[in-house]
């Protein structure tokens, strides 16, 4: 899905494209040469641009065209670099629609128009009238940090470009997705640099033989590093399949509790978004939302669908899922911080929470973000005890509990992302099967506290 304040992004940046291209004239001397090694450059580039590998859970993908990129920089020059990169309109990737092949094609011409403009303001050891083409031996050592400047505007400016259509097109597509894109931005700087840099081994080898040569000898360490990016990318895959494969069983002990997992972790970016939290923090987050009560696997399923009141030794059960959930999960190494809001999230900032009794800024900053949203959700869900509030109502109790059970920071940045964002409702619960036992009690609903008697 395509907003239209993201339709209007990519407007501005085709138009600033095709406008720097069309007043900015050919190197001196461009020749027949210029244009066979113009057509070489976007063949390679397309070929590139056309087998990307998924990154981000298949949100976005990846690929290594920007070493066409670069080495058009050095032999053509702004425009010549600016043309190659704008063949990704046409990439053969049948799925991409219109908004995103002109993006795409934009960006890259930007970005490599860009470029060609540092390398050309810093390089002065080619003669006056022949700025670019292929490096001779006597110029190659000054060309190095010229090129490295002009891989490092190509790189900035794709990404800040790609953030910014992020940015523009927030709220329209997967919340999920969309974080992991932004979280990914960090891992493409790293791998665009690095297939940058391809882009001189080409140039450099355009000077020693035909440029069609050149171009079919790079390919093979542009896709073995297309390769590389891709195993990490399905290991990222297999992550998220595991999280969302525990999620899953949590729920089904559960009927009325179906989404809350997804949902809270929706509520939970929501919130990141608001208070300016970093890409890769944000990305924890949502983990931890989406696994917050992986825990219930450990408390005996006759005790969550219980419905009548609990004994004391059954409402300890209830207080430990907590801990639970953190042994479960606490060998998956890249939750990193997702494990103490997935530890600490029925904490109140009072003190009166469980299952350390932590207050206020004890809390971990994480564990206070999934109170907020898990209790928002619990409350506008359906429960088999009573129908679901309004968003209104939800907010309402909220504010009641800012400053006793929630932290009201977080609480004011949740009610502003509903202002921006919206929520979308749990969709209605049908009626559960005859044989199907529901929870009476919710421990994440502060409107309906647990009923506890004395043991017998």
């Known amino acids: 899905m395509v907003s239209r304040i993201a339709w209007l992004y990519t407007a501005l940046v085709v138009c ?64 010549g670099a600016a043309l190659v990169g704008a063949v990704a309109v046409v990439s053969l990737r049948g799925q991409l629609r219109l908004a995103r092949r002109l993006f795409n094609g934009a960006m890259y011409a930007l970005s490599g128009y860009l470029a060609g403009q540092a390398f050309a303001a810093l390089q002065h050891s080619y003669p006056a009238a022949h700025p670019f083409g292929p490096p001779l031996a006597r110029y190659f050592p000054a060309l190095l940090l010229p090129f490295a400047a002009a891989a490092v505007v190509h790189v900035l400016a794709n990404l800040s470009l790609m953030w910014g259509v992020l940015r523009a097109n927030r709220g329209s597509g997967p919340v999920l997705g969309q974080m992991a894109m932004e979280s990914s931005l960090p891992l493409l700087l790293v791998s665009d640099l690095g297939s940058a840099a391809l882009g001189l081994v080409i140039a450099a080898l355009w000077a020693v033989m035909p440029g069609w040569m050149a171009a079919a000898i790079v390919l093979i360490p542009l896709f073995v590093a297309r390769w590389a990016m891709g195993q990490f990318a399905e290991q990222q895959r297999a992550y998220a399949a595991t999280m969302a494969a525990l999620c899953q069983a949590v729920e089904t002990k559960d009927f009325y509790t179906r989404g809350h997992s997804e949902r809270v972790s929706r509520g939970s970016g929501m919130i990141a978004r608001q208070i300016s939290m970093r890409a890769e923090r944000a990305e924890a987050l949502t983990f931890a939302g989406m696994l917050h009560d992986v825990g219930k696997l450990g408390v005996p399923t006759k005790v969550l669908q219980k419905t009548g009141p609990l004994t004391e030794e059954e409402y300890a059960a209830i207080q430990l899922h907590p801990m639970r959930g953190l042994e479960i999960v606490r060998e998956i190494g890249f939750l990193n911080e997702a494990l103490a809001g997935i530890m600490h999230h029925h904490e109140r900032i009072d003190g009166r929470g469980y299952p350390m009794g932590f207050a206020g800024d004890e809390i971990p900053e994480f564990a206070r973000v999934i109170a907020v949203a898990d209790a928002f959700d619990s409350i506008t869900s359906n429960r088999s005890y009573r129908k679901a509030r309004s968003i209104a109502q939800g907010v309402e109790e909220l504010r009641k509990g800012a400053g006793s059970q929630f932290d009201p920071v977080i609480v004011d940045a949740f009610i502003a992302a509903l202002d921006r964002e919206g929520w979308k409702l749990a969709e209605p619960a049908d009626a559960p099967p005859d044989d199907q036992i529901v929870t009476a009690q919710d421990h994440d609903d502060p409107t309906a506290p647990l009923r506890v008697i004395e043991s017998a």
Request: charged share 5%.
């Open 16 to 79: 600033s494209a095709v406008a720097l291209v069309a007043v900015t004239p050919l190197p001196p001397g461009a020749g027949s040469h210029f244009w066979i090694d113009l057509v070489i450059l976007q063949l390679l580039f397309l070929i590139c641009a056309s087998t990307p590998t998924p990154v981000a859970a298949r949100q976005s993908a990846w690929s290594p065209s920007s070493a066409a990129s670069l080495a058009a920089v050095v032999l053509l020059g702004p425009v």
